[in-house]
T-cell receptor, first 114, second 115 residues
Framework: AQSVTQLGSHVSVSEGALVLLRCNYSSSVPPYLFWYVQYPNQGLQLLLKYTSAATLVKGINGFEAEFKKSETSFHLTKPSAHMSDAAEYFC????????????FGQGTILTVHP | DGGITQSPKYLFRKEGQNVTLSCEQNLNHDAMYWYRQDPGQGLRLIYYSQIVNDFQKGDIAEGYSVSREKKESFPLTVTSAQKNPTAFYLCASLSKIDRDTGELFFGEGSRLTVL
């Protein structure tokens, strides 16, 4: 069975500071991993995904994530936070060939201070 | 532009009433999904449908029902049997191209509040 743990339900950074959101997963098969972003009262938008091509994945809005198999991690980073990055972020793992059934982490709310 | 339309965006209902949430997509995607979101719990799968006239229970199907009579539409009914229906409900779809990876495309959500 797959599972996802996001470390830290709330992360607060200053504008211009590094953003690091942590995600660890467990999977019995090689995983497909995703980061989604959600703004208040809106749906989820895909930031980036890992599909076994490159371990360092670049996404939209300057975000990137690195797949580390040995650490079962897929942490999300951005070198310099912007006020518009304030949102909730979800890490998710695809359940193998389960045709779109994703297992989501609990979410991390990112606050950006001026 | 292609996308998923969920309606209504906000819905208030009295306890004991059934409620139907609409989900329509014009992306020509075969598979559609309903997820429930509660604060601090991430998203949990309620029901999904891979083709028309077929659907399967997800992890928390009790108290919910769905239908898939058309490819474009996947309505969710929250019945009076659902013990705690107040939540944010998200509809999603999946294209054949993304079938193996499982990358979902989401609607804007419907917030149901039961008074």
């Amino acid at each position: 069975a797959q599972s996802v743990t996001q470390l830290g339900s709330h992360v607060s950074v200053s504008e211009g500071a590094l953003v690091l959101l942590r995600c660890n997963y467990s999977s019995s098969v090689p995983p497909y991993l995703f980061w989604y972003v959600q703004y208040p009262n809106q749906g989820l938008q895909l930031l980036l995904k890992y599909t076994s091509a490159a371990t360092l994945v670049k996404g939209i809005n300057g975000f990137e994530a690195e797949f580390k198999k040995s650490e079962t991690s897929f942490h999300l980073t951005k070198p310099s936070a912007h006020m518009s990055d304030a949102a909730e972020y979800f890490c998710a793992v695809s359940r193998g060939t389960s045709y779109g059934k994703l297992t989501f982490g609990q979410g991390t709310i990112l606050t950006v201070h001026p | 532009d292609g996308g998923i339309t969920q309606s209504p965006k906000y819905l208030f209902r009295k306890e004991g009433q059934n409620v139907t949430l609409s989900c329509e997509q014009n992306l020509n995607h075969d598979a559609m999904y309903w997820y429930r979101q509660d604060p601090g719990q991430g998203l949990r799968l309620i029901y999904y449908s891979q083709i028309v006239n077929d659907f399967q229970k997800g992890d928390i199907a009790e108290g919910y029902s769905v239908s898939r009579e058309k490819k474009e539409s996947f309505p969710l009914t929250v019945t009076s049997a659902q013990k705690n229906p107040t939540a944010f409900y998200l509809c999603a779809s999946l294209s054949k191209i993304d079938r193996d990876t499982g990358e979902l495309f989401f609607g804007e959500g419907s917030r149901l509040t039961v008074l």
